[in-house]
């Protein structure tokens, strides 16, 4: 069902899909991204690091690092449930930054390109991680897996639903601010958005599905992908460039 959701909110971005103003896109540099982006998002569906069988008690804390050990907390579904699908909601505010040119066929395009290499190049990484490396969740360590978790209990690191908050806030954040330097709505706009990631964040960790370390990582994650993409499609549009070869690409950045 997660991953169905997603699917669907990614389909939804694209629809969205280059600006001729403030941010715009570059054939050859966006081939090139969308394949990195689509290689990353594919390769861990090819991963499996799922254990034989799930610990017949809970895990000894003593296991744990002082920092995760001291804000560990016993699972609560009714907080996992609101943070893993509310993060969903959060995957359409970057629209934000577009409603006020929705005539502009190309900005449109250029945003759903952006956004969609952004996400895949976010749901990868975090899921790459997830499933290369083992990490029990704190639940296992509080007492008997919850219902309905079992595929599950070892998936900790990093947080996704805590790495797409932040990239649909760092990405509306980013983008909105570009595009309305001037608007009273920009400070709350940022201020709203990390709001809510942050909501996620927490409610990740107080609902007893991730360490902090994990909501951390996946912040980070997110952040950097939500930031990274729409600077490379700034406009003047001279910071990034690639050079294809006959045995792969040249990267050239400049800031």
């Not at 389909?11 to 570059?26: C, E, K, N, P, W």
Request: charged letters at 15%; proline letters at 6%; aromatic letters at 14%.
């Amino acid at each position: 069902m997660k991953n169905m959701v997603m699917v669907f909110c990614l389909l939804i971005a694209a629809s969205y899909g280059f600006t001729q103003d403030v941010y715009t896109y570059d054939a050859k540099k966006d081939i090139v991204l969308g394949a990195v982006s689509l290689g990353v998002f594919i390769t861990p569906f090819f991963i499996n690091n799922a254990p034989d069988n799930p610990p017949a008690s809970p895990r000894d804390k003593s296991d744990i690092n002082g920092f995760d050990r001291s804000v560990m907390f016993p699972y609560n579904r009714p907080l996992d449930n609101i943070s893993e699908y509310g993060v969903y909601g959060m995957l359409v505010l970057p629209a934000l930054s577009v409603v006020g040119d929705l005539h502009n066929t190309n900005k449109l395009l250029t945003y759903g390109i952006m956004y969609s290499e952004a996400f895949l190049l976010t749901y990868g990484t975090e899921n790459l991680l997830k499933n290369t490396i083992n990490r029990d969740r704190p639940y296992v360590y509080e007492g008997p897996i919850p219902f309905g978790k079992g595929t599950d209990y070892y998936n900790s690191f990093p947080s996704g639903s805590t790495s797409l908050a932040m990239l649909s806030a760092t990405f509306l954040s980013t983008t909105f601010s570009a595009e309305y330097p001037d608007s009273e709505w920009k400070l709350p706009v940022i201020i709203g958005s990390y709001t809510l990631a942050a909501g996620v964040a927490a409610m990740r960790i107080t609902s007893g599905s991730h360490f902090m370390t994990d909501v951390l990582t996946g912040a980070a994650i997110g952040s950097f992908y939500g930031w990274i993409i729409p600077f490379l499609h700034k406009q003047p549009n001279n910071n990034l460039s690639l050079l294809l070869t006959g045995n792969g690409f040249l990267v050239s950045l400049q800031y």
